[in-house]
């Protein structure tokens, strides 16, 4: 095991800890930025130090694509590659191939997928993902599962389970680098939660240094996604991390970190950036929108990044259609955003105001008191009263939507 994972502090299910990596000391909870094939679009690695991002993920995939595996292994790893000297988590290669490629075919071996270079077929199994994730090198490597949509029902989502957790073992015998790398089992298991709490016995059993939770954010409504979310960090053992895959917006985060979650990543705070949208304490602020041409403002008075101390609302408009510099700025801004709420995140936890942080974010988001109900059932679940910041009940909406615009 190469990693050491202390807790630092608690309210209820919430924990803010210290994540001990070969290539840094990291703090959770923490909001990892998704670099498809070794950078984050629009920003240098000197940025993201500059932003404070202490993660970074890579596409097991795309990067096994181009530059190859073998070429990062001979150049020294990806850290050496792209000059990133912090920490970094590979995923195992097989989302993209399930969710990029239609014509993929999953079998015991493996995942069988067309080429996108030639269009001949090909296969990733348990043991060639670990071997590409050992030649990449990065500090957190994820097994690979048998990936489904929480939408699909039936006896596929029981064969997925069961196949992830043989597939588990047949990763923990290829992995040849365990005193450098860390292995993250997933838990699949759909919306079931039998199947659910299957597959985290399964996964417990092996004694890993860490563990996922797998196959949300596919579409699933918000209150299946926040109960699979409970149940899983329950079961998982208290002195291990623990990842939500595939989260990226603001809320979901503060909720699950709530629920007791450590970890997550999403390409959404760089994607929506590519589109002109800000992240705000309100929600999103949309640069495109007529009435930012002329207005003199900042993104966010309250943020000190580089972008809203020395950029306006109307000049990120003027480019945002037309210029790079729009997305690259905006890209700045929400990852920067999303840093600060992992720091504030884990200081308002050890620092025991962790109930008013929450509440405070709530009412910036929410200031009619219509927070989703699903968040007030979280909430409840996770022993944190938001009353102060909720309307009547019979006010409470049940409203999937994450942000209110600006």
Request: hydrophobic share 35%; aromatic share 8%.
């Amino acid at each position: 095991m190469a990693l050491r994972f202390e807790i630092l502090g608690r309210f209820n299910r919430a924990r803010a800890s210290q994540l001990t990596l070969p290539h840094f000391v990291c703090q959770t909870p923490l909001f990892m930025p998704v670099g498809t094939q070794g950078s984050i679009k629009g920003l240098t690695s000197s940025q993201l130090e500059d932003i404070g991002c202490q993660i970074i993920l890579g596409n097991t995939y795309h990067l096994a694509l181009r530059p190859t595996s073998e070429l990062l292994n001979q150049l020294g790893g990806l850290h050496n590659f792209m000059n990133w000297q912090r920490a970094m988590l590979t995923d195992s290669g097989g989302f993209q191939m399930v969710s990029l490629l239609h014509l993929a075919d999953i079998t015991e071996k493996g995942v069988t997928f067309q080429s996108p270079v030639d269009g001949k077929p090909m296969l990733l199994t348990p043991e060639e993902s670990i071997q590409i994730q050992n030649r990449i090198g990065a500090d957190i490597i994820m097994a690979l599962d048998d990936v489904i949509k929480t939408t699909v029902t039936g006896p596929r989502v029981e064969e997925a389970t069961y196949r992830t957790l043989r597939w588990i073992d047949r990763c923990i015998a290829a992995h040849k680098r365990p005193h450098d790398q860390n292995l993250f089992g997933i838990v699949q298991g759909g919306l079931d939660p039998v199947l659910r709490d299957i597959c985290v016995k399964g996964l417990v059993e092996r004694n890993l240094p860490g563990y996922a939770i797998g196959g949300l954010s596919g579409g699933e409504d918000k209150n299946s996604f926040w109960r699979v979310v409970a149940q899983c960090t329950a079961a998982l053992p208290e002195d291990k991390p623990r990842y939500v895959m595939g989260v990226g917006y603001p809320l979901d985060i503060v909720v699950c970190s709530a629920l007791g979650a450590d970890m997550y990543d999403c390409v959404y705070p760089t994607r929506t950036a590519r589109f002109g949208t800000a992240l705000v304490p309100e929600g999103v602020l949309k640069l495109k929108n007529r009435d930012m041409a002329d207005d003199t403002r900042p993104i966010d008075p309250t943020c000190p990044c580089m972008v809203c101390k020395n950029y306006t609302r109307a000049y990120i408009h003027c480019l945002v259609t037309k210029d790079a510099m729009g997305s690259q700025l905006l890209s700045y801004h929400n990852l920067y955003y999303m840093m600060r709420l992992s720091r504030d995140l884990h200081s308002s936890i050890v620092e025991e105001r962790f109930p008013k942080f929450v509440c405070d974010f709530l009412r910036q988001m929410f200031p009619k008191g219509n927070v989703p109900e699903w968040v007030c059932n979280a909430m409840e679940v996770a022993g944190i009263n938001i009353s102060s910041c909720c309307a009547p009940p019979s006010s409470c909406q049940e409203n999937d939507s994450t942000y209110a615009s600006q």
